[in-house]
């Protein structure tokens, strides 16, 4: 009963949020050029900077364990080829790159470790399962935008540059590599810079949840129902059900098992929206995802957590 008042306190007000954007939109508080705003502000500027805070604040030097890292970056890239596969079951080429993200990227590096804390009191492994699937998450989301934005036919050289070109200066590109340099080097971070880094990044959830909000259409949602359901199956159910059992097979346990099922099994994090329409897609098939993941995932986790208790393996 804890665990599931946890997870509807973790993911409810993330969907109340959208539905707040939604709702603001409806009034006319919010319009399209607001949201359009909203939606670049969030991804130039609060994102790059909350993935650099969750890297950069990381000190892994006393935890640091390689045989975990590779298994999350291992099953990261796993995932991402057995989204891409299924991916080829739509015969519209421009919803792919949305599905791929949608299905296989995590909100991780927001609820991990506050998930992982609620249970142990610590964040536990969550730091390296970040290290090891956030970076990913984010270039490979880059690569699959990039591959499959709508109008574009095949990846001739021009489109190779582009999308190489896209990488580099992708902002939140820009902030994993600074906050992975920031950690290693161990630079300590004065208390001021501290402090409005994290006042930035704390602006990244609410503006970018109610940007999607307010741009999300109910109509067109429906009319993408089936790659929905399936990216959104796929996303709670479908990998826990494939990488868990090998995870215990590998012989991880407790907090290690909690934050590979994160990895695996949280709603799809906002930013894959955000990423969406700021590279040129729709936006709707992944913003009816990230709705579906988050309302659903409070019960598939808990229901996740209690077959782990029940095997005694957390």
């Not at 939604?22 to 949201?35: E, M, N, P």
């Not at 421009?94 to 995590?106: D, H, N, P, V």
């Not at 050289?157 to 920031?182: D, E, F, M, Q, S």
């Not at 409070?298 to 029940?310: D, E, K, N, P």
Request: aromatic letters at 10%; a positive charge.
């Amino acid at each position: 009963m804890e665990n599931l008042i946890f997870s509807l306190n973790a993911t409810v007000p993330v969907f109340l949020m959208m539905v707040l954007g939604l709702i603001f939109r409806k009034i006319g508080w919010i319009g399209d050029v607001f949201a359009a705003k909203m939606n670049k502000f969030v991804f130039t500027v609060p994102l790059p900077v909350l993935v650099f805070s969750d890297l950069a604040t990381v000190d892994f030097s006393q935890v640091w364990d390689v045989k975990f890292v590779l298994f999350c970056f291992v099953v990261t890239l796993l995932s991402i080829a057995v989204s891409a596969l299924i991916s080829f079951l739509w015969k519209d080429r421009s919803i792919r790159g949305e599905f791929i993200q949608a299905s296989y990227r995590s909100s991780a590096a927001l609820l991990g470790i506050a998930f992982i804390q609620n249970i142990y009191g610590t964040s536990g492994m969550a730091p390296l399962m970040i290290i090891g699937s956030v970076p990913l998450y984010n270039i490979m989301a880059v690569v699959v935008l990039s591959v499959f934005r709508p109008g574009q036919n095949g990846m001739d050289r021009k489109a190779i540059k582009k999308t190489l070109k896209g990488i580099v200066t992708n902002p939140i590109i820009i902030g994993i590599v600074a906050g992975l340099l920031w950690s290693a080097l161990q630079i300590p971070m004065p208390h001021i810079m501290e402090k409005t880094v994290t006042s930035i990044a704390g602006v990244a959830t609410p503006m970018g949840l109610m940007a999607m909000g307010a741009t999300f259409d109910i109509k067109k949602a429906f009319a993408k129902v089936k790659p929905t359901v399936i990216a959104t199956l796929i996303k709670l159910a479908g990998f826990c059900a494939i990488f868990l059992p090998l995870a215990v097979q590998f012989g991880f346990r407790q907090e290690e098992l909690v934050a590979i099922l994160v990895m695996l099994g949280s709603a799809t994090t906002v930013s894959s929206f955000v990423m969406a329409k700021n590279m040129g897609h729709e936006g709707v098939l992944s913003s009816s995802v990230v709705m579906l993941t988050t309302l659903f995932s409070a019960f598939t986790l808990t229901g996740w957590l209690y077959v782990l208790r029940s095997m005694s393996l957390i």
